[in-house]
């Protein structure tokens, strides 16, 4: 289970640790800079890396969102991205915004979440 190394990070529940897992699995797996999972409003979880091809570009949590609408998910109830960076890019702000996700955990290559983003009203 994730836990915070710090008084200042979110503490998670189950599911979103669960997410942590998952997008630090797919991070290592593909070897990328990032990774990220989503749970759909039905509990199913989908899980990507960075995709970097000459003829394809997609952040790890757009690739997660891809993933999710080609399994036919209509709603997403949570996002996390695993890596580096401190915050969020725009491009995957929005294609989690564009299902409806109510919140995307950040956090570092350690799997310590580091901050929460909350996404409502955003859709």
């Given at each position: 289970?994730?836990?915070?190394?710090?008084?200042?990070?979110?503490?998670?529940?189950?599911?979103?640790?669960?997410?942590?897992?998952?997008?630090?699995?797919?991070?290592?797996?593909?070897?990328?800079?990032?990774?990220?999972?989503?749970?759909?409003?039905?509990?199913?979880?989908?899980?990507?890396?960075?995709?970097?091809?000459?003829?394809?570009?997609?952040?790890?949590?757009?690739?997660a969102v891809a993933m999710a609408v080609a399994s036919g998910a209509q709603e997403l109830?949570?996002?996390?991205?695993?890596?580096?960076?401190?915050?969020?890019?725009?491009?995957?702000?929005?294609?989690?915004?564009?299902?409806?996700?109510?919140?995307?955990?950040?956090?570092?290559?350690?799997?310590?979440?580091?901050?929460?983003?909350?996404?409502?009203?955003?859709?």
């Amino acid at each position: 289970m994730t836990r915070a190394a710090d008084q200042n990070a979110p503490e998670l529940n189950p599911e979103d640790a669960k997410l942590v897992t998952l997008a630090r699995g797919a991070r290592g797996r593909a070897g990328a800079a990032e990774g990220a999972a989503v749970r759909d409003d039905d509990g199913r979880t989908y899980a990507a890396a960075t995709v970097a091809l000459p003829s394809l570009t997609l952040t790890a949590l757009q690739a997660a969102v891809a993933m999710a609408v080609a399994s036919g998910a209509q709603e997403l109830e949570a996002a996390v991205v695993v890596g580096p960076s401190a915050e969020i890019d725009a491009a995957s702000h929005a294609a989690a915004a564009d299902l409806g996700a109510g919140l995307v955990i950040l956090a570092g290559p350690d799997g310590v979440a580091r901050q929460r983003i909350h996404l409502a009203g955003d859709r």
